[in-house]
């Protein structure tokens, strides 16, 4: 039996992704795996050097760095470890000197350190081999379903359709969104904060909508079930775990043919330009007149979802750690 250090940055209640795709995978390990928090915030020089030595002085089988904090590898030269690169959008959003510094405190350096790197989809990987010709090992493995989701029925309203929307970051593409269901009749409902900017679109074009924001699990899974339809549009994705979460429940989702998104979909959801307006709209039409449309991407959903099972998902890490154990 071997032991493997997941470790996690310390809990902020703004950030649980992450925890929550390795907490979803730990149940499903045959070994021993212990969750570790780390004991500072990724704050300022002196709380991220004592999270490198509390790091540094962990006694493993193998340490794997789950993401956020990948500079906690500039202390694991010698040791087995490994580090989860979700997708390189925090290097993309900045420029000048801060983005050298993040690129080599938080990708060359690194990433030079472990023996090897994941990442949650081809696409990720692309984005991170375009910084650098890195030579360390990068495999792929996708994010799990985190949510406990259940096949749902619902009889869809083709009156006012309920369409649920994740997300208000700019790469969420929610302007765009917004823009092309101006003239359809429906009830957008929003998972996320409101800005004055957005308020300003949804008034301007007439859309029904409803903001929510700090959903737990449930009450998320209560918002798939509710909805009619996922549309989920944006322009950049290192995964887009929305798209199986609501084909678990069982319903069509609208996504963007860029990005990860083609791959995490495959064939099962309507792929539109996220830069089209005029495509977003047709696409949501035709998934709202065409109940046989819909029924086909509903059932290819299913069948998507059956990809992505925390168990399976589980067993392609173990595989990962028991090749790095008997690397001698």
Not at 2 to 31: D, G, W
Not at 89 to 95: G, H, S, V
Not at 96 to 113: A, R, S, T, V, Y
Not at 208 to 221: A, R, V
């Amino acid at each position: 039996m071997y032991l493997v250090n997941l470790i996690f940055r310390k809990k902020q209640s703004s950030f649980n992704s992450i925890e929550n795709v390795f907490n979803t995978l730990h149940p499903y390990f045959n070994t021993t795996v212990n969750k570790i928090e780390l004991p500072f915030n990724n704050q300022g020089f002196i709380p991220r050097l004592k999270n490198i030595l509390f790091t540094k002085q962990l006694k493993s089988s193998v340490l794997h760095i789950t993401g956020h904090d990948h500079y906690l590898a500039l202390g694991l030269r010698k040791k087995k470890s490994i580090v989860t690169i979700h997708d390189i959008e925090f290097i993309k959003r900045t420029n000048g000197f801060k983005k050298f510094i993040l690129k080599k405190l938080w990708m060359d350096w690194p990433i030079n350190c472990v023996d090897m790197v994941t990442t949650v989809s081809e696409f990720s990987k692309s984005e991170i081999m375009s910084l650098n010709n890195y030579k360390t090992p990068i495999h792929v493995i996708h994010n799990p379903l985190t949510l406990k989701l259940e096949k749902k029925e619902k009889k869809f309203d083709s009156e006012c359709p309920n369409i649920l929307h994740v997300g208000t970051k700019s790469n969420k593409n929610l302007p765009r969104l917004i823009e092309a269901l101006n003239g359809i009749t429906c009830q957008l409902t929003i998972i996320g904060k409101p800005t004055d900017e957005l308020n300003r679109l949804l008034k301007s074009n007439n859309i029904n909508h409803t903001f929510k924001s700090g959903l737990n699990n449930e009450e998320m899974i209560i918002e798939y079930e509710k909805c009619d339809l996922l549309a989920f549009v944006s322009t950049y994705e290192g995964f887009g775990l929305p798209i199986i979460e609501a084909q678990a429940v069982g319903r069509a989702v609208i996504t963007s043919n860029t990005a990860s998104m083609p791959e995490i979909a495959s064939n099962s959801a309507l792929l539109v330009s996220p830069f089209n307006v005029d495509e977003i709209r047709k696409g949501i039409v035709s998934l709202i007149d065409d109940e046989k449309l819909r029924e086909h991407y509903i059932q290819l959903g299913f069948a998507n979802v059956n990809r992505f099972k925390p168990n399976e998902i589980a067993k392609q890490y173990e595989k990962l750690y028991l090749s790095l154990i008997n690397d001698k």
